[in-house]
């Protein structure tokens, strides 16, 4: 069965500072990878996708993620902190060839601090 | 309003009422999704529909009921509502069926049941 695990509820940087949130997954065949960013009271909107096209990709505001078949892994990052990121991500997981359903990790919340 | 809306965006009911949360997308979108985000759980699938008048259930269905007359709405009823559905509740929409389509979110519906 497919699984999303993001490391770390709460997540704090300073402004300017390097990003990095953590998403493992679990798949029985190759998946497509998503990272959803959620500002307050708003709904779910699509930063970046993994669909085997290439290892490194980069998304919207800056944000890039690698996916590492060996280590399961698909961590989001950015390389200078804006206030404007403070916000929750969540990583998803959803399996190729099959119908698209959405499996979530239970979110990070990341705080920017001046 | 292009896109796609949920109304209401907050409500309070009580133990043992019906409640019915709307999603309207104006897209013409083929698969819609409901969704319910409780801390800790990040977002769990309760139905999806492939289009007008094809429903099914997804990870967390129990005490929910789904309609899709039109492709554009995709209601959700609460026939009886208990303390445990309190949650936000997301709608979404892709214009397909495959794991690598986009799916696309409302704000989201504020729910407490008392």
């Known amino acids: 069965a497919q699984s999303v695990t993001q490391l770390g509820s709460h997540v704090s940087v300073s402004e300017g500072a390097l990003v990095l949130l953590r998403c493992n997954y679990s798949?029985?065949?190759?998946?497509?990878l998503f990272w959803y960013v959620q500002y307050p009271n708003q709904g779910l909107q699509l930063l970046l996708k993994?669909?085997?096209?290439?290892?490194l990709v980069k998304g919207i505001n800056g944000f890039e993620a690698e996916f590492k078949k060996s280590e399961t892994s698909f961590h989001l990052t950015k390389p200078s902190a804006h206030m404007s990121d403070a916000a929750e991500y969540f990583c998803?997981?959803?399996?190729?060839?099959?119908?698209?359903?959405?499996?979530f990790g239970a979110g990070t919340r990341l705080a920017v601090h001046p | 309003d292009a896109g796609i809306t949920q109304s209401p965006r907050y409500k309070i009911t009580e133990t043992g009422r019906q409640v019915t949360l709307m999603c309207h997308q104006t897209w013409s979108h083929s698969y819609m999704f409901w969704y319910r985000q409780d801390l800790g759980h990040g977002l769990r699938l309760i139905y999806y529909?492939?289009?007008?008048?094809?429903?099914d259930k997804g990870e967390v269905p129990d005490g929910y009921v789904v309609s899709r007359s039109k492709t554009e709405n995709f209601p959700l009823t609460l026939e009886s509502a208990t303390r445990s559905q309190t949650s936000v509740y997301f709608c979404?929409?892709?214009?397909?069926?495959?794991?690598?389509?986009?799916?696309?979110f409302g704000p989201g519906t504020r729910l407490t049941v008392l």
């Open positions: 998803a997981v959803s399996e190729t060839g099959g119908y698209n359903k959405l499996i």
């Open positions: 993994y669909t085997s096209a290439a290892t």
């Open positions: 529909s492939a289009a007008a008048d094809i429903t």
């Open positions: 798949s029985s065949v190759p998946p497509y």
């Open positions: 979404a929409s892709s214009d397909g069926g495959r794991a690598i389509n986009e799916q696309f």
